[in-house]
């Protein structure tokens, strides 16, 4: 008996070293398989887990007028949990997987502190230089990229708008995807 447990042993130490040495192509393709779908049903997992712990506790406290309901009773926690973490999990992760360069930073709090608020055009172009693109009463400047690393890199480019009114003195400002994009 015990042979045959150091020979299960020895096999599938044999196993594993065999598909790392061949399986370099197939380890990298199973890892990618895992990160893609680990992404996209990480949300879904976690409302499943949440779900059985709280029909965990709530199968104990469940009294006798209610136990014939409880198939519907744990039904429903799963599928409030699912539909719960799903909106807000993805949301979660799209967030925290979000990186903005350096010049995004910069744009955004200048956009957000309302700054350029009242000033003329020439002060704005003696500010922020010349614009990538402009018409009669808007400059629109590069405003950076923000890079979303949890769908491996994707990038969003973004535009600093600046609105002036009828004086040429800046009426608001937004940072948005460029026109037509």
């Not at 020895?10 to 192509?25: A, D, Q, W």
């Not at 010349?130 to 400059?139: I, N, R, Y």
């Amino acid at each position: 008996m015990k042979n045959k447990k150091w020979l299960i042993i020895v096999i599938i130490i044999i196993s594993i070293l065999f598909l790392f040495r061949i399986g370099n192509v197939f380890l990298l393709n199973i890892l990618l398989f895992i990160w893609i779908f680990g992404t996209l049903f990480f949300p879904y997992i976690l409302g499943i887990v949440i779900s059985v712990i709280i029909i965990f506790f709530v199968r104990k406290r469940l009294t006798d007028k209610y136990q014939k309901y409880d198939m519907l009773i744990y039904t429903v926690i799963t599928i409030l949990c699912i539909f719960v973490f799903s909106h807000i999990g993805y949301k979660i992760m799209l967030y925290l997987s979000e990186k903005p360069d350096k010049v995004y930073t910069e744009m955004k709090e200048l956009n957000d502190s309302n700054e350029l608020i009242g000033l003329s055009k020439d002060e704005v172009l003696q500010l922020l230089g010349v614009p990538s693109d402009s018409t009669d009463d808007m400059l629109i400047y590069d405003a950076g990229k923000v890079t979303n690393y949890l769908f491996f890199g994707e990038r969003e480019f973004y535009d600093l708008f600046i609105w002036f009114d009828e004086n040429d003195k800046v009426s608001s400002t937004s940072i948005d995807l460029p026109r037509g994009g």
